[in-house]
């Protein structure tokens, strides 16, 4: 079975200050990972995901996330926040293999402050 | 841009009444999925359709939980009776097939509360 943990419920940040988002996975064996971003009263909405290749992923809205496997984490970064990033955060893990439903964290509530 | 609906947004009762959800997924979508999101935790899979066949519902208490998607199109959850612990928000999914590497396609959301 798979786990997801996210440290951080609460992360605020200064606009145009770089974040970091912590996420970290448990698992025995291969896996795909993923971040959604959920606006309020919308619905989650896929970030970028890790499959396989280059373990810098870049996705939409000038987030970046590094896959590290020794250290069994997928952290998100942006390097300059918007007061528009305001949103939570959840990072998802699914197994390679079989039909092993997505497994989520906890979700970060990122706070961007003008 | 196609987009997951859910209805209703928002939904109160009182427990031991029955409620329902619908969700119509993006079409042409084969996959469905009904998440259970309990405040201050992630999303938890209820269940899983493939086209109009359950392929995953071990989460889902089937005492007073049920799930169908007739045609393999739209789907309808239902709680009955519901009790307190169900208020959460659940949450409607849907992906071009069954794979892990799918990106699956959320709608809003339907928010539960149960007085």
């Known amino acids: 079975a798979q786990s997801v943990t996210q440290l951080d419920s609460q992360v605020p940040v200064f606009e145009e200050a770089p974040v970091e988002l912590r996420c970290n996975y448990s698992?025995?064996?291969?896996?795909?990972l993923f971040w959604y971003v959920q606006y309020p009263n919308q619905g989650l909405q896929l970030l970028l995901k890790y499959l396989s290749g280059s373990t810098l992923v870049k996705g939409i809205n000038g987030f970046e996330a590094e896959f590290n496997k020794s250290q069994t984490s997928f952290h998100l970064r942006k390097p300059s926040v918007h007061i528009s990033d305001t949103a939570e955060y959840v990072c998802?893990?699914?197994?390679?293999?079989?039909?092993?439903?997505?497994?989520f964290g906890k979700g970060t509530r990122l706070s961007v402050i003008a | 841009e196609a987009e997951v609906a859910q209805s209703p947004r928002y939904k109160i009762t009182e427990k031991s009444q029955a409620v329902a959800f619908w969700c119509d997924p993006i079409s042409g979508h084969a996959t469905l999925y009904w998440y259970r999101q309990i405040l201050g935790q992630g999303p938890e899979l209820l269940v899983q359709?493939?086209?109009?066949?359950?392929?995953?519902d071990s989460q889902l208490p089937k005492d007073r939980f049920s799930a169908e998607r007739l045609k393999g199109v739209d789907s309808t959850l239902k709680i009955q009776p519901a009790e307190l612990g169900d208020s959460a928000m659940y949450l409607c999914a849907s992906s071009p097939e069954r794979l892990n590497t799918d990106t699956q396609y959320f709608g809003p959301g339907t928010r539960l509360t149960v007085l």
């Open positions: 998802a893990v699914s197994a390679r293999s079989g039909n092993t439903p997505l497994v």
């Open positions: 698992s025995s064996v291969s896996v795909y």
């Open positions: 359709f493939q086209d109009e066949s359950v392929v995953d």
